[in-house]
T-cell receptor
């Protein structure tokens, strides 16, 4: 599992509330990623980080922000959750330049 | 933009070979990947192929790459019920961040 944990694993929240998802790695890898998975779309990149305080946008970044204050933690925040953000969220790390390993996922439901 | 396409569903009998196909559009792709996702789990990296190769074999898995046609396939020999899962192909450009673009996934069902 490449030492990746995600918390929480499941969350139900209401529209308009803020939500923060956490990704934690134990191996000090530089690159970390947040994806969302929706039926028929595979995984789509939300944001990624290439170091502490260094982040950039992915394909579907609107409505999301990220922070990385420590190498081991990458946080994804939905400032005001909407029903369209109901999804399964996966964190990944890049172990070698060409290999990404994924966490177990967080299932988020926005009512 | 980049696009990766896969068929949605494949059903095979246990012991047969499975072939999952994928097409991509980005000619600058450096690496092409196959991931497996079992129900309720994350994605597991199965194998990948560098773009200057046309075949890679790893135990029961064979990856074929036709770079001219931008076509990638994953063959699973002697398919078992434990192979039932969703399989995703993905492409990456191999640069420092190696952003991946995923296909929509192919659900493989293996019947006993």
């Amino acid at each position: 599992d490449a030492g990746i944990t995600q918390s929480p694993r499941h969350k139900v929240t209401e529209t308009g509330t803020p939500v923060t998802l956490r990704c934690h790695q134990t191996e000090n890898h530089r690159y970390m990623y947040w994806y969302r998975q929706d039926p028929g779309h595979g995984l789509r990149l939300i944001h990624y980080s290439y170091g502490v305080k260094d982040t950039d946008k992915g394909e579907v970044s609107d409505g999301y922000s990220v922070s990385r204050s420590k190498t081991e933690d990458f946080l994804l925040t939905l400032e005001s959750a909407t029903s369209s953000q109901t999804s399964v969220y996966f964190c990944a790390i890049s172990v070698k330049q060409n290999e990404q390993f994924f966490g177990p996922g967080t299932r988020l439901t926005v009512l | 933009g980049e696009d990766v396409e896969q068929s949605l569903f494949l059903s095979v009998r246990e012991g047969d070979s499975s072939v999952i196909n994928c097409t991509y559009t980005d000619s600058s792709s450096t690496y092409l990947y196959w991931y497996k996702q079992e129900p309720g789990a994350g994605l597991q990296l199965l194998t990948y192929i560098f773009s200057n190769m046309d075949m890679k074999q790893d135990q029961r898995l064979t990856v074929l790459l036709n770079k001219k046609d931008k076509h990638l396939s994953l063959r699973i020999a002697d398919t078992q019920t434990g192979d039932s899962a969703i399989y995703f192909c993905a492409e990456g450009n191999g640069d420092a961040g190696n952003m991946l673009t995923f296909g929509g996934g192919t659900r493989l069902m293996v019947k006993p």
